[in-house]
């Protein structure tokens, strides 16, 4: 008999593997004006974390238009700047542990190739993740999950979405795989319960838990 095969682990990148909120933050204020935005403080936006994806940008006066053309503003920004981002405390050491137990891990992000590559280069874990698929619009995830599991030809039951906001769960749970919510990004747990993770945890070490027991389910 063949044993299953290993469940896919699909990453987003912000908030979830890189710390980029803090640098995110910086460069949304210098271009505030430009939008005819407020800037907002790095206690201000941690304050708007109990806000789901919809209702922050409605909070911000950022209508869906004016979200893609801002991020991808940001995101031509932080390339310059990737190396001010650090992984969050025991990402590393999670991101190595499933690679080594045989996991298939990869990102989907909407953040650019060039950021993401460039910054899993410097941490030395580009080798841990078998496909990168980045520059995703802001609410196209689940098409994209979709793409995703039939390019690996994966079984979606044995897919799980790994992200810190609560877009990333909705597109999970769109596209039928296991939604596992992390709490140290931009949406914290009250916002993401309400998307009805899988799993829902406060540590980077809890994702080798996790990870395990999806598999035995």
């Not at 993401?116 to 030395?124: A, G, K, Q």
């Not at 793409?147 to 030809?153: A, G, L, S, T």
Request: glycine letters at 6%; one cysteine or more; hydrophobic letters at 40%.
């Amino acid at each position: 008999m063949l044993a299953s095969p290993k469940p896919l682990l699909i990453f987003d990148f912000d908030g979830t593997l890189a710390n980029t909120l803090d640098t995110g933050i910086g460069i949304f204020n210098e271009l505030a004006e430009s939008y005819n935005l407020n800037t907002v403080t790095i206690e201000e936006a941690r304050e708007l974390r109990n806000l789901n994806t919809r209702a922050l940008l409605d909070h911000l006066g950022i209508s869906r238009l004016m979200a893609v053309k801002l991020g991808a503003h940001i995101r031509k920004i932080l390339h310059e700047r990737m190396e001010d981002v650090e992984l969050f405390h025991g990402i590393r050491e999670a991101v190595l542990e499933l690679h080594a137990s045989g996991f298939k891990i990869g990102i989907l992000s909407s953040n650019s190739s060039d950021n993401v590559r460039t910054f899993l280069n410097r941490c030395d874990l580009l080798s841990c993740f078998s496909f990168i698929e980045a520059g995703v619009s802001l609410f196209g995830k689940p098409q994209r999950i979709l793409n995703v599991i039939k390019k690996e030809k994966a079984d979606p039951s044995c897919v799980m979405y790994i992200g810190d906001e609560t877009r990333d769960m909705e597109a999970a749970r769109k596209s039928k795989v296991s939604g596992v919510a992390v709490c140290w990004g931009v949406n914290e747990r009250e916002a993401m319960e309400t998307e009805g993770p899988a799993f829902c945890i406060d540590e980077p070490s809890e994702l080798i838990r996790v990870a395990h027991e999806f598999e035995a389910s």
